[in-house]
């Protein structure tokens, strides 16, 4: 069984401060790991994915995010907020195999203020 | 070139009804996925096909639910005698390879059905 705990909701942070979403999770198998963003009325888009290789993961955006086993998280990170990064984030997990499907988090939605 | 595109983008339908809803996947993509999404929550799995086999059907929550795919290409998610609580968004997501849990998932924007 695998399972996304997405810690806050709800992030509120200024324009230009950093910005951090809390995701752990559980995984039964070596996870592969994803962020993906849902702006209003638009698709959800990958932001990005870890597999197994660097645990540092660099993604779109300027967005990153670091694996770390032993305290199985998987948060998200910016340096620097920017307007245009107001949506809803999911942390992903899926077991890496044959026909895994993804296990979504229930969402955090970041408010970007100035 | 083109995303993947889901039709209509919302529906209304009275308790009771059927509905169909359309998935066209990027061109090629062997993966495609169909999810539920309820109000305020993350997207659930419901069914995964790779071409025109449907390998994965645990999510779909109940025989009122049939997906389909039959040339391996766009995909049509039904529901039967739709209820209340099958209000949601679902999305449709395709992949360019058989899924092992690893590759992108490209998503539609979904089709908000309502159910009255």
């Known amino acids: 069984a695998q399972s996304v705990t997405q810690l806050d909701s709800h992030v509120s942070v200024s324009e230009g401060t950093p910005v951090l979403l809390r995701c752990n999770y559980s995984?039964?198998?070596?996870?592969?790991l994803f962020w993906y963003v849902q702006h209003p009325n638009k698709g959800l888009q990958l932001l990005l994915k870890y597999t197994s290789a660097a645990t540092l993961v660099k993604g779109i955006n300027g967005f990153e995010a670091e694996f770390k086993k032993s305290e199985t998280s998987f948060h998200l990170t910016k340096p620097s907020a920017h307007m245009s990064d107001a949506a809803e984030y999911f942390c992903?997990?899926?077991?890496?195999?044959?026909?895994?499907?993804?296990?979504f988090g229930t969402g955090t939605r970041l408010q970007v203020t100035l | 070139g083109a995303g993947v595109s889901q039709s209509p983008r919302y529906k209304v339908a009275k308790r009771g009804q059927d509905v169909a809803l359309r998935c066209d996947p990027i061109?090629?993509?062997?993966?495609l996925f169909w999810y539920q999404q309820a109000l305020g929550q993350g997207p659930e799995f419901l069914t995964y096909?790779?071409?025109?086999?449907?390998?994965?059907k645990s999510g779909l929550p109940s025989d009122r639910f049939f997906a389909e795919r039959p040339e391996g290409s766009v995909s049509t998610l039904k529901i039967q005698r739709t209820q209340q609580e099958d209000s949601a968004v679902y999305l449709c997501a395709s992949s360019a390879t058989p899924e092992t849990g690893r590759e992108t998932q490209y998503f539609g924007p979904g089709t908000r059905l309502l159910v009255l």
């Open positions: 061109s090629g993509h062997v993966s």
């Open positions: 096909f790779q071409n025109e086999a449907q390998l994965d």
């Open positions: 992903v997990v899926s077991n890496t195999g044959t026909a895994s499907k993804l296990t």
């Open positions: 995984s039964s198998y070596s996870p592969s």
